[in-house]
């Protein structure tokens, strides 16, 4: 029998034809949660992106196998409850690396050099004679980035602070990261001594029980006054309120972030009317190539393991062994 698999993003017109040729396609918008928690019963795999899976949308899909998100990170997924039903979950890292960390250096270099801000100055008319000090950024070169979760996009970023840019790179992760030390230089330190030396906080965990708010108020204040915040992993790894409260009343520079507590970034939010924050609508991997190459790796990663003959990006490889 034809297998079914649930849409519930968009893909590019090529990667629907491939899911195409191997199974029954039903697009889902991602909008109407009824409507995908209905079709999940039916369906044997399911592929997308953004969208919380909780166990109670599962709840009668028993005929579902593999979920495979567009994505590195999966925070969206109840993993050990995946693994109880006997659900693969499957992820797409690697083919993301060097775009996000594209975006980290973005935010790194925009908030020092205070380019979005000065941007918007120059258009509004504002530069009507050589500029002085009141518009001076400070310099990235040679200065110590401390990335908190030195993985495959820490890496990426470590390689292009300490071979481009020439800066000192010291880090923290429950484990070392042999290949980042021998070429790059970094250093593995506790986060308080990454927090008190670095000139640039870089955030590239995963969002887990251990790293959720793991930079609020004290972390804050444990940071240099001269000191940039960059986050790129996802807005709940900090304490937003402390981070609005820590940039208002100058405890640190400035910040450069991709991701918020809450995505869009409400209207409102204080973040918006500050000139020392850099804010992005969670475009870490949104090029072109990229997010083409990820719905590619997405849907085979999704059709291998309907197969049974994928053997890598499965994030709960445990499911295999039942
Ligand atoms: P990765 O290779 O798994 O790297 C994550 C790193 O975090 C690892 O080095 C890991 O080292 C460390 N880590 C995990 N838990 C930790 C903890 N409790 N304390 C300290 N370090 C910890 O993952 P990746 O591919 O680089 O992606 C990282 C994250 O970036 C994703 O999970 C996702 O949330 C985010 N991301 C965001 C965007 C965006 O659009 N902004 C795009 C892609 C990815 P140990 O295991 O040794 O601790």
């Given amino acids: 029998m034809q297998k079914k698999i649930v849409a519930y993003k968009a893909l590019p017109a090529d990667v629907l ?177 990454l927090l008190a030396q670095s000139d640039f906080v870089c955030l590239q965990v995963p969002l887990t029980d251990e790293t959720r708010g793991m930079i609020g108020a004290a972390q804050l204040k444990a940071m240099k006054k001269s000191a940039i915040l960059i986050n790129a992993s996802r807005g709940p790894t900090v304490d937003e309120a402390a981070l609005i409260e820590a940039l208002q009343d100058g405890t640190i520079l400035g910040a450069g972030l991709d991701v918020f507590e809450q995505e869009p970034l409400p209207t409102d939010s204080p973040l918006l009317a500050m000139k020392n924050v850099v804010a992005l609508p969670h475009i870490g991997s949104a090029t072109h190539e990229t997010r083409h190459a990820m719905s590619r790796n997405a849907a085979e990663n999704l059709i291998g393991a309907l197969d049974a003959t994928l053997t890598n990006n499965i994030v709960n490889p445990d499911v295999l062994k039942r």
Avoid: C
């Avoid at 999940?40 to 196998?65: D, R």
């Avoid at 083919?95 to 935010?107: G, I, K, P, Q, R």
């Fill in 17 to 193: 034809s491939y899911l195409e040729a191997h199974a029954e396609v039903v697009t889902i918008d991602p909008k109407d949660a009824d409507a995908l928690r209905a079709a999940l019963k039916s369906a044997n795999g399911a592929i997308g992106a953004s969208v919380q899976i909780t166990p109670q949308m599962l709840e009668g899909a028993t005929n579902l196998k593999v979920l495979s998100t567009i994505s590195v990170g999966y925070d969206n997924f109840d993993v050990a409850d995946l693994t109880r039903r006997g659900i693969i979950l499957t992820h797409t890292p690697d083919v993301l690396t060097e775009s996000t960390a594209d975006t980290v250096f973005a935010l790194i270099l925009s908030s020092a050099r205070r380019v979005v801000e000065l941007a918007e100055w120059v258009k509004g008319g504002n530069w009507k004679a050589s500029i002085g000090e009141a518009h001076f950024g400070v310099d990235v070169q040679g200065k110590t980035l401390g990335i908190v979760g030195l993985g495959r996009i820490g890496g990426a970023v470590a390689r292009r602070a300490a071979l481009g840019f020439r800066m000192n790179v010291l880090y923290t992760n429950r484990h070392p990261n042999a290949q980042a030390e021998q070429e790059y230089g970094a250093k593995r330190v506790e986060l308080d001594e």
